[in-house]
């Protein structure tokens, strides 16, 4: 039976992709903070699966909680780092820019390095890590959020050619949603996409060992003139 991890799974699209890849026959474990949540989801879900509660803000910690799902779960040739905090940053406050630099860059990057280094030691796997468009540009509205994922993608992007250099059948997917209908998204956006046709071309990637999966895939197009625009010419759209 075929086993990944997703980090992030209490929730929008976590939940969706624990849905969608329970339905293909993997076997599942599962992390986030909300234990209620993680229960009520394997609840749901068809077959046995794994708990782990986790809070990335605790990042040595997390990496412990990690390693030993794996080792409790046996074989996993997937997992997928999709934790992630966003809000609109009106006030810039520390305390909330904080938080989404602990999960979404440091968080993040710990899983990340779990994952590669269990893959490298097992030979093979698949690390997949949800970034975002926003990694493309800069916004005035939420600069740190659009920052940390600018790390993300970037780091994904050096894992990739680490893998590559290794010679070992290790394939490192970044995953960049424009917007998804999850709870995370604050009012009606531009091109808001349902989760489960969002998470279905993101399950379509993973299984094409693709490097790089936007949901949905208009937004390829979207962050590819985002790369070339300038910045005072993005500024008049933010
Ligand atoms: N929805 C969108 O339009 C959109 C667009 C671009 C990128 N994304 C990215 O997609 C990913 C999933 O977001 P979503 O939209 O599905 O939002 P969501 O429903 O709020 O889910 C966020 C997930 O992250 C987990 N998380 C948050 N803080 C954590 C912590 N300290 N430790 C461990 N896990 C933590 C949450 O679990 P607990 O709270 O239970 O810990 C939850 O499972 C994020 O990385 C987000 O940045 C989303």
Redesign the pocket.
Known sequence: MKQAIII???????WELAVQLAAKGYQLGLM???RH?LDDLVAQLPGEHFIQT????VAEQAQEELTSLIKLMGDVELIVV?????TKERLLDWQVEREMID?NVR?FAAMSLTAMNYFIERKAGHLAG?S???AHFSAGITPTYNATKAFASNYLNGLRSRAAHSKLPITVTTIE????E????EGKPMWLAPIGKSVAQMVKGLMDKKGHIFITKRWRWVALLLDIMPNWLIRKFM
């Not at 992030?8 to 976590?14: D, L, M, V």
């Not at 986790?54 to 803000?57: G, M, R, S, V």
């Not at 949603?177 to 998804?180: E, L, S």
């Open positions: 992030g799974a209490s929730s929008g699209i976590g986030a903070r909300r949540c986790t809070d990335l803000c999709n934790s992630g905090v966003g999960v968080g949800v975002s468009c926003a949603p424009g917007f998804v999850t709870p995370m998204v």
